[in-house]
DNA sequence: GGTTATGTACCGACTGGTTGGTACACATGA
DNA sequence: TCATGTGTACCAACCAGTCGGTACATAACC
């Protein structure tokens, strides 16, 4: 119903439809700004679009909240997640081992500002908008999925023993990242996040059979 | 200027102060729903406490964040870090992994509502709210400077290795321990909390020396 | 081919409700 | 009577969402 083929649909807006325009400006400002304090006429404002138009292409702020994170989703996905874990061949410690340096990577390149954008979303709605917690949810177990997938991998291939237990690793890695990646935004120190990092590395080889 | 003789000051209000029944409320709702989502209207509702009584107390709802966020931190200091910590005889890991199983268990009890008090403000305001950022950075860098003492000792003591760099593991815990939280209040599944927690034994456990 | 009709895309003023904060009257006790 | 508390009415700013209306393309009908 809303989508288009390519330039029809929308007017031209520096050749993205209107309804991508809103979208990116609104991951940005919700990514440092978060959900209930990014305003909607500050999206409007920042995208060029006007109210009417809003609410012609989203239902609600809410309907806007939900596309957001699908974005999010599909950008960490295929920008963070996924170019790690892409070689069928690879050996999966040391595509986790890539991962873990990937993320670090991007709180450098943010400056420690925004913090992660699920991690944010996760915070300050869990508790309070079950629509958006359960959809949280679900990203979190696929995130925590694809680890556990590798870490099975690596059982089966004795790059691990058998001492360690998918689920639970995987669980801790997601866990010991958010966390990090939310003490080196209250810090503002991009060291912590490098030391979390440096122990993550460290619990993972405690998995590896002894040499 | 603000604190007063106990009794004195305030007019009884169940035995406390206004000022400790606006700060009990506040705390509460602030813990569930966020510092910018809690209205002062709600809070004057829960505490009982006209408006005009609030701005006489404190001077504006910046002020009661800051004087939540003291409460939340001696709460913490007191009922949960301080008391594993105590007994200056006491074995450092043994008091680590009594910390951690009191943190699982503070989370069991509430049933993964709320989160960590710090670590939600510190998702809602570290990018928003440079005072806030600084207050809090200082709080986790007190937390951790705990830990790190209790490494330190440890080390001195030989129930860990020369290896282990008590900074480093300290960030890494209170991190750890933070994400872990936040994964449970996303999840409501207390045992991604109790797995979380037993790798963070099975980390700890890395550094111990050989037996 | 020209007129009428329809659906898509868009605009900005407005509304009803909420929010942090203020003004001020009143009470109480030393 | 004067400082300390407390309640109530009120305000300006803000915010999500609505509404009436415009612009324009394509289609339908004669």
């Not at 991962?99 to 309070?128: H, I, K, M, W, Y």
């Amino acid at each position: 119903m809303t989508t288009k083929t390519a330039t029809a649909g929308s007017r031209a807006r520096d050749g993205r439809t209107t309804r991508e325009a809103i979208l990116a400006a609104a991951t940005r400002l919700i990514h440092v700004h978060g959900y209930n304090q990014t305003a909607l006429d500050d999206v409007l404002r920042e995208s060029g679009v006007g109210k009417g138009n809003f609410y012609y292409h989203f239902k609600s702020k809410e309907d806007l909240g939900y596309a957001i994170l699908d974005q999010v989703v599909a950008s960490f996905l295929e920008r963070t997640l996924a170019p790690c874990f892409s070689d069928p061949a690879g050996r999966p410690l040391a595509q986790i081992r890539c991962f873990l340096d990937r993320v670090l990577e991007t709180q450098r390149e943010r400056n420690c500002v925004g913090g992660c954008p699920l991690g944010n979303l996760a915070a300050e709605l869990s508790d309070v908008h079950e629509g958006f917690r359960t959809r949280l949810a679900q990203v979190f177990a696929a995130w925590r999925e694809r680890l556990t997938e590798a870490l099975r991998e690596a059982r089966r291939r004795g790059e691990v023993g058998d001492d360690c237990r998918p689920e639970a690793v995987a669980d801790f890695l997601v866990a010991s990242l958010e966390g990090a990646i939310l003490l080196t935004k209250v810090t503002k120190d991009i060291a912590v996040m490098e030391q979390c990092v440096g122990e993550i590395k460290r619990y993972l080889s405690l998995y590896e059979p002894r040499t």
